[in-house]
């Protein structure tokens, strides 16, 4: 039976570069760890949930399977496939929320920068103006007012907003652009190299979720926190590799007129190109006052770049 006792989080998602490292970070604390994993291959660990992400009631009935009718706060880190997103999205964010109702939890949601826009101001705060242009901005828009909505009929939900990911696992701007051809002596640089940009660390991002969670009793039905992370330019990232490297790069340039230009024909290439403003305009994410307590993790940047560097090495060599 379970530990009546002790703090309980359902993880959907488990298997993803945030997922895995939030699984981890729980378990450090010492919190009871559920996982949900989508493609119904179980690993056989005894607290892995394999079900439908469209199925709710499989979800819920498999925790109570498991001796768990409720939990503390579920997480959803669901992450469709990017090219995905207008039709999995929404759908995947209403059956977490049916799934934390359902297991009387408190609801934890990564949020990103997209649901402000090309005209976004320098300093997002967690009250700036949500004005996206873009599908994903007005999808992400759309699935924290579904968040807000379902806090009106009792729901908790918290959103965590973060920049772009880099450390653990590979799928993000870092190591698939930025960072791909460091083994060959080379970094491509996809915008400015002097405009600030938010980046997060993902073991840092996954520490903050647990502090928030084991605050969760602090917090209105509805709330969005930023994580600020690290605020740096292009130009900081490169210098940073370099340290951690001990060698010196040819820096080249994301081709964003030949992806626009073909975009048509490559639908990830469409989804990237939708994206360049982020790039090109200034922007960070500004914690609040009354949330630095919980944020305050940070892995200092070399250290945390030096890490997400021989990850990817060690990913490279997996491959090669």
Known sequence: MPNSSQNTVLILGARGRLGSALAY???QRAWTVLTHVRDKKPSGARLEIAADARDPSAIVATAHALGYSQVDVVINAWNPVYTKWSTDALPLN???IDVARSLNATLLFPGNVYNF???MPAELTAGTAQAAETRKGRIRIAMEEQLATAAKSGLQSIVIRAGDFFGCQSGSWFDLVIAKDSARGKLVAPGSLDIPHPWAYVPDLAQTFVNVAEARDQFDRFERIHFSGHQVSLREVILAIERASGRTYKIGKLPWPFIRAFSFAVPMWREIAELRYLWERPHSLVTS??????VAVRTPFDD???FSLSKQG???RATN
Do not use: P
């Not at 006052?289 to 919980?294: A, E, T």
């Open 25 to 27: 970070a729980f378990a």
């Open 94 to 96: 209403a059956s977490a």
């Open 117 to 119: 826009g090309a005209t």
């Open 289 to 294: 006052s009354k949330h630095q307590s919980l």
């Open 304 to 306: 945390a770049i030096r």
């Open 314 to 316: 060690d990913a490279l």
